[in-house]
């Protein structure tokens, strides 16, 4: 289960190509806005930082336009592209958005792996080949696969670069990856599910091959991460879209091990790359219930679906040095202004004002046919209700 990965060159660039831009990890521009790292490294600030999970994506039309007739993943493949596409959200909301997420996908980890991913216009992800049981000869090779995470996601560290040299210092740039259980769930499923009998198959037929998996997808994102971090991430976010999947007991077996594997070594991966630290989030969508547990996992931040109340969460966290981040509804989006200014003043309420403790977000990501007037809408409402 060994994770390689490969040195960059330090030498400065003579010219912007994309052949050089991935060498410039140490000559970014000074950030001009600092609030969102600030605040997630747990400082009082004078307003809530904000952004939303999906900012870069279809709702918008630039989106389209930038894509073209590109696959959605020869975008993520693309650095130019997606860099493009990871811009476009900070320039329409200039002075709204507080950071900035590079347009990737989770599913790039399986990739990475072995595995085909294909993205299928109006389904979505589809794995032609998932795993079917430990005995899938398909398992033991995706298993034993000794990983160069640099080479196999070199695309993605140029991405992160090049947009880090497009901003300009405008905002702080997140990395991301899937959680374990989320793209284990996508591994077995083979997309989407709306019953997850694959997956409960296996976590209740095959526990411990289950386990062995889920480990090997973690080691991996730690490398990923961290390598990330080197090409220029500020802040990195856990995306356990899948989480509520599981029960309690099932979640503390499946999902919370691997979060906590990844925030006990990341940072010392970090570290032994001679980079300084960044704040980790973790987004468990639908653990409601494991929220006391999330708060001890090592994470700076935890990302809150809307399923939980903001008060109540302040309540369960207590006095823990634990940011929050979410967690309206997106669907709100689809309703009135005053239902937006509504929820946005419930959330400032709940999360006690907004000057400590808490990055403004949606509780999962934007939705299609939001128009991006009423998301603006939306930011500007947060600014008013909870700036200075």
Same mark, same amino acid.
């Given at each position: 289960m060994?994770?390689?990965?490969?040195?960059?060159?330090?030498?400065?660039?003579?010219?912007?190509?994309?052949?050089?831009?991935?060498?410039?990890?140490?000559?970014?521009?000074?950030?001009q806005?600092?609030?969102?790292?600030?605040?997630? *490294?747990?400082?009082?600030? $004078?307003?809530?930082?904000?952004?939303?999970?999906?900012?870069?994506?279809?709702?918008?039309?630039e989106?389209?336009e930038?894509?073209?007739?590109?696959?959605?993943?020869?975008c993520?493949?693309?650095?130019?592209?997606?860099?493009?596409l990871?811009?476009?959200?900070?320039?329409?909301?200039?002075?709204?958005?507080?950071?900035?997420?590079?347009?990737?996908?989770i599913?790039?980890?399986?990739?990475?792996?072995?595995?085909?991913v294909?993205?299928?216009?109006?389904?979505g992800?589809?794995?032609?080949?998932?795993? %079917?049981?430990?005995?899938?000869?398909?398992?033991a090779?995706?298993?034993k696969?000794?990983?160069?995470?640099?080479?196999?996601?070199?695309?993605?560290?140029?991405?992160?670069t090049?947009?880090?040299? %497009?901003?300009?210092?405008?905002?702080?740039?997140?990395?991301?990856?899937?959680a374990?259980?989320?793209?284990?769930?996508?591994?077995?499923?083979?997309?989407?599910?709306?019953?997850?009998? $694959?997956t409960?198959t *296996?976590?209740y037929?095959?526990?411990?091959?289950?386990q062995?998996?889920?480990? /090997?997808?973690a080691?991996?994102?730690?490398?990923?991460l961290?390598?990330?971090?080197k090409?220029?991430a500020?802040?990195?976010?856990?995306?356990?879209?899948?989480?509520?999947?599981?029960?309690?007991?099932?979640?503390?077996k499946?999902?919370?091990?691997?979060?906590a594997?990844?925030? /006990?070594?990341?940072?010392?991966?970090?570290?032994?790359?001679?980079?300084?630290?960044?704040?980790?989030?973790?987004?468990?969508?639908?653990?409601w219930?494991?929220?006391?547990?999330?708060?001890?996992?090592?994470?700076q931040?935890?990302?809150?679906? *809307?399923?939980q109340?903001?008060?109540?969460?302040?309540?369960?966290?207590?006095?823990? %040095?634990?940011?929050?981040?979410?967690?309206a509804?997106?669907?709100?989006l689809?309703?009135?202004? $005053?239902?937006?200014t509504?929820?946005?003043?419930?959330?400032?309420?709940?999360?006690?004002?907004?000057?400590?403790?808490?990055?403004?977000?949606?509780?999962?990501?934007?939705?299609p046919g939001?128009?991006?007037?009423?998301?603006?809408f939306?930011?500007?409402?947060?600014?008013?209700?909870?700036?200075?």
């Amino acid at each position: 289960m060994s994770i390689r990965s490969s040195t960059q060159s330090e030498r400065p660039p003579t010219t912007f190509t994309i052949d050089t831009v991935y060498s410039m990890a140490h000559q970014f521009e000074p950030l001009q806005n600092d609030l969102i790292l600030r605040t997630a *490294w747990g400082q009082k600030v $004078e307003r809530p930082p904000m952004w939303v999970m999906r900012q870069a994506g279809r709702y918008l039309p630039e989106y389209h336009e930038a894509k073209g007739k590109h696959d959605f993943f020869e975008c993520c493949r693309s650095p130019e592209i997606a860099s493009t596409l990871t811009l476009q959200p900070i320039e329409r909301f200039a002075g709204l958005v507080d950071a900035a997420i590079i347009f990737s996908d989770i599913l790039v980890i399986p990739q990475a792996l072995g595995m085909t991913v294909e993205m299928v216009d109006k389904k979505g992800p589809h794995f032609p080949e998932p795993l %079917k049981s430990p005995e899938d000869g398909q398992y033991a090779k995706v298993l034993k696969k000794d990983v160069d995470v640099a080479a196999e996601l070199d695309y993605v560290y140029k991405a992160i670069t090049m947009t880090r040299h %497009k901003l300009k210092g405008r905002v702080p740039l997140y990395g991301f990856c899937g959680a374990p259980w989320t793209l284990f769930c996508y591994m077995v499923e083979g997309g989407g599910s709306k019953m997850f009998i $694959e997956t409960k198959t *296996w976590i209740y037929k095959y526990p411990k091959a289950t386990q062995d998996m889920l480990q /090997k997808i973690a080691e991996v994102c730690v490398e990923y991460l961290a390598l990330q971090v080197k090409a220029g991430a500020q802040i990195l976010q856990v995306f356990d879209s899948w989480a509520g999947e599981l029960s309690p007991s099932s979640f503390k077996k499946f999902s919370q091990p691997y979060l906590a594997y990844i925030s /006990k070594h990341l940072p010392v991966r970090i570290k032994e790359l001679g980079l300084e630290p960044v704040p980790m989030v973790v987004f468990a969508k639908g653990a409601w219930y494991a929220l006391d547990s999330l708060c001890d996992l090592g994470y700076q931040v935890v990302g809150l679906d *809307w399923l939980q109340d903001p008060s109540e969460a302040v309540k369960i966290r207590g006095d823990r %040095k634990v940011v929050f981040q979410g967690n309206a509804d997106p669907g709100v989006l689809y309703g009135s202004r $005053e239902a937006i200014t509504a929820t946005a003043e419930e959330m400032v309420a709940g999360f006690g004002g907004g000057k400590q403790g808490w990055i403004a977000n949606l509780g999962h990501g934007i939705t299609p046919g939001v128009k991006p007037d009423d998301l603006a809408f939306y930011f500007s409402e947060i600014h008013r209700l909870a700036g200075s």
